[in-house]
């Protein structure tokens, strides 16, 4: 079956930005159009990311801050050049301030190896809520089976909203650290970051904010948030895999320890001694990620371009179409708050269904959507459920696409009676 596409133009031209993602126009394994609904996993690539990394293979390939010829001084150059664009990009102060990692999980755990083991003592509170994702719980449990830190989460209420007057009586408890999700990758909340950030600094605890959600769909401005700390991916922001950044405010980076120890990240080594190099290269050690680099640079130009606040109302548009047309549908139940809560995800489940069935035959039609916990099995707990469906939307999204899951969708309760 081949689908064809009806797209009309909304915020964005859909219609030209589709022509820049070339996967869009492939098939399935049975010859349906592919309908991509899983851009909260992973995002897809425009050509001006692929032919960037591509560019910079077929011209410019050598290592870095090591050499003094023509490629050397050109991959340098690059590879400084894409940390200059993506600091601008989340406003970040001075590029100093922007540490390549390899993803928002080694961000977190950066921070969790450097700065807390440098300033976390026994029975420390760090407080973390009930929606996060896997790579904002699991470091800390590692903290605190090694040092004896204290935990404690910010309830979820049955909506799907933080509860920021439990998260205010939290605060009393004189916490030395809230890391809290910007956006939650299952129930799609966007969170007031400014007013934890706010609360969390008057009650003298420092913050982490895992953006990988939120970076790659908003406007951030990591200054005027005043976070200390804040991580997200280049995969799902149109860039490549294997590549993410940690921001931190640069008094901070400067007086944390190193996280990696080996080559680049040192100003002088002796036998028995090393002084680490400045910032940003102190907590970049060995040949990094390049190539990746390069596309990271392509990816926020390509997201400047078009523009974040455009991306941001499209999604809106998407989003709120996708919840409408998903609540019409006898048997679903839809997670999280409404659409001018949340972000372009709806998670569901389908009444009689598990939700790894939904998705296989979801796929049947050629749309693809995550099914399981997401990362995120403390929250489907919290709902009393083990797994959900999850479409999630993005700047190539469109109203048909979600016709396409709504159809998808009733074929499944067809197929299950
Ligand atoms: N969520 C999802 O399908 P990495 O894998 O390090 O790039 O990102 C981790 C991560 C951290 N926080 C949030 C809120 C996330 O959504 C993710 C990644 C993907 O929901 C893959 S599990």
Redesign the pocket.
Known sequence: MHVCLLIFPMTLNVNEIRKDFPILERETHNGARVVYL?S???SQKPVQVIEAMNDYYRRSNANIHRGVHTLAEEATSLYEGARERIAKFINAASPREVIYT???????NLVAYSWARANLKAGDLVILTEM?????LVPWHMLQAERGIELDFIPVTENGLLDLDAYKALLNRTPKLVSF??????LGTINPAAEIIKLAHAAGAMTLV?G??SVPHLSVDVQALDADFY?F?A??MCGP?GI?VLYGKSALLEAMPPFLGGGDMIKEVKLRSFRPNTLPHKFEAGTPAIAEAVGFGAAVDYLTKVGMKDIAAHEHEITEYALERLEEIPGVRLFGPSADKKGGVAAFTLEGVHPHDVAQILDEGGVAV?AGH???QPLHEKFGIPATS?A?FYLYSTKEEVDLLVKGLYKVKEMFG
């Open positions: 899983d909260t996993a992973t390899r993803n928002t999980t080694e961000s977190i996060e994702h896997h790579s904002n999700t910007h956006m939650s990758n299952v895992d990988a959600q991580a991916s995969h799902k895999t993410g995550r997401h990362c995120a999850r999630s």
